[in-house]
């Protein structure tokens, strides 16, 4: 472990020089990949170099005990001893975390969807809720937030939603939200006031770059429409609507939010190529899932996640067993104190996973 913490730091010393020099920086694409590298690094080799710091200053005070024979001093060395062991725990532990392999998406941007489900309109106000709170999330982490496709309700709610929100570890932060949303509340049109239960399917899938799938054009159906609008001056008067099917699977994805005709293709083909590579990536890992007992936000849609209780003013995650009495703070976007518990919760299961949990560094 040592001699592979030693390479990482001695990359990252080289890294820095590098980005330093004129030739690298002249290349921009050059200097963007291997600023990628350095950061990425830069916690690793933050935690490795504290952690042989604090073992450092722990051999020599255990050596110092060993030469003294005052009291007085030795009850000093004592406590810097038991200082110096906590601290190598703690950053002997940050490093296994760090060391833990991380999801192939982690760094990726995102398509969200969002579908309304059993409950009719009440789903589909549900689901522009959700919709509304993933906006406010993205607002905060200053992500870059773009609705591709929308079917909306006369009542303001939202049958099915389709956004692509890019920027900083968004996938590493959405990635538990998959699953069923499940609310609890009456519905303003219920005059009797009685609790209905209605529910909305998120999915979240990293963004799928051409050469992470590649698509076939003989695979490909390539349908031209007018797109729908609200009338007037809005309608679209031209076939620039798009409606791609992946003929294999039978898979298909319209767009119709941009005007071009090609901005229409080109987004479409972005959402079929991260539908594609989610279906593939899910195969794969229910195959890893059939020799598991157990597993935290596999991001199955067909897991009840989440139930939002509008009466008793309860979010209730029931993959954690979480509940905050927030509801309205959650349903504004705040939803990190979820998101720390569950990522917490998945560091857990790797180190379990990969026997680490007991394992030392030495």
């Not at 725990?89 to 833990?100: G, I, V």
């Not at 192939?104 to 969807?113: H, R």
């Not at 920027?167 to 609790?195: A, C, D, I, W």
Request: with cysteine; net charge negative; charged share 25%.
């Amino acid at each position: 472990m040592f001699e592979q913490m030693h390479a990482i730091s001695n990359r990252y010393d080289e890294l820095s020089i590098r980005l330093s020099q004129p030739e690298t920086i002249a290349d921009s694409r050059l200097f963007c990949r291997l600023m990628k590298e350095y950061r990425d690094l830069t916690p690793l080799v933050e935690a490795y170099r504290a952690y042989a710091t604090a073992q450092d200053h722990l051999e020599q005070a255990l050596a110092l005990l060993a030469e003294t024979s005052d009291p007085d001093f030795k009850s000093i060395i004592q406590q810097e001893i038991c200082e110096n062991r906590q601290s190598t725990a703690h950053w002997e532990q940050e490093l296994k975390l760090l060391l833990l392999p991380k999801d192939a998406g982690d760094g990726k941007n995102v398509i969200l969807e969002i579908r309304s489900g059993a409950g009719g309109e009440e789903a589909a106000l549900f689901a522009h809720s959700l919709l509304r709170m993933y906006t406010m999330y993205a607002q905060d982490h200053n992500w870059n937030l773009e609705i591709l496709s929308i079917n909306e309700t006369e009542l303001g709610g939202t049958k099915e939603a389709v956004c692509s929100i890019d920027g900083e570890n968004v996938y590493n932060r959405l990635k538990f939200e998959s699953g069923v949303h499940r609310v609890q509340r009456v519905p303003e049109t219920e005059t009797q006031g009685r609790v209905h239960t209605s529910t909305a399917t998120v999915s979240v899938m990293p963004q799928a770059d051409e050469v992470d799938f590649d698509l076939d054009p003989k695979d490909l159906r390539i349908d031209v429409f007018r797109s729908s609008g609200a009338g007037g001056q809005k309608v679209n008067k031209t076939s620039s609507a798009i409606r791609v099917t992946h003929l294999p699977t039978g898979t298909v994805v319209e767009c119709q939010n941009e005007r071009s005709q090609f901005q229409n293709k080109d987004k479409a083909l972005e959402i079929l190529r991260s539908r594609l590579l989610s279906q593939k990536q899910a195969e794969q890992q229910n195959q890893i899932n059939a020799t598991r007992s157990s597993q935290v936000g596999s991001g199955d849609r067909s897991e009840k996640i989440r139930t939002y209780n509008f009466p008793q003013d309860r979010m209730t995650d029931h993959r954690i067993g979480l509940t905050l009495h927030n509801l309205e703070s959650v349903l504004d976007g705040r939803l990190d104190p979820i998101i720390d518990q569950l990522a917490t919760r998945e560091q857990q299961e790797k180190l379990k996973q990969s026997g680490q949990v007991n394992s030392s560094l030495v």
